[in-house]
């Protein structure tokens, strides 16, 4: 098992920028797939980004490509989400993910364990 416990969350104007991180417990973090998904009020929870075991492969939704990056430091158990020009529409609760995964690829779906989520609010 792998506990996650995300952190960075915050209010930012938009046009700003945040950095949520993700640490995880446990002794395997490289044999994990890594994703951040979000949730605004009232909508169902959605898929951010995801990173491979070993952070050669990434993938984003379309709604951030270009604006969010996701890392990973398998030495340390972290992975890491840096937003940039932050728009009203990103407010929403942010959630780690981690699935273990054979293969070396970024999934958007399957993920077996979740942090407790960090509050992202963007004002206009």
């Known amino acids: 098992q792998v506990q996650l416990v995300e952190s960075g969350g915050g209010l930012v104007q938009a046009g700003g920028s945040l950095r949520l991180s993700c640490a995880a417990s446990?002794?395997?973090?490289?044999?994990?797939?890594m994703g951040w998904f979000r949730q605004a009020p009232g909508k169902e929870r959605e898929f951010v980004t995801a990173?491979?075991?070993?952070?050669?492969?990434?993938d984003y939704a379309d709604s951030v490509r270009g604006r969010f990056t996701i890392s990973r430091d398998n030495a340390k158990n972290t992975v890491n989400l840096q937003m940039n020009s932050l728009k009203p529409e990103d407010t929403a609760v942010y959630y780690c993910a981690a699935v273990r995964s054979l293969m070396a690829v970024a999934l958007r779906s399957g993920y077996d364990y979740w942090g407790q989520g960090t509050q992202v609010t963007v004002s206009s």
């Open positions: 990173v491979s075991r070993s952070g050669g492969s990434t």
């Open positions: 446990g002794r395997i973090f490289s044999t994990y797939t």
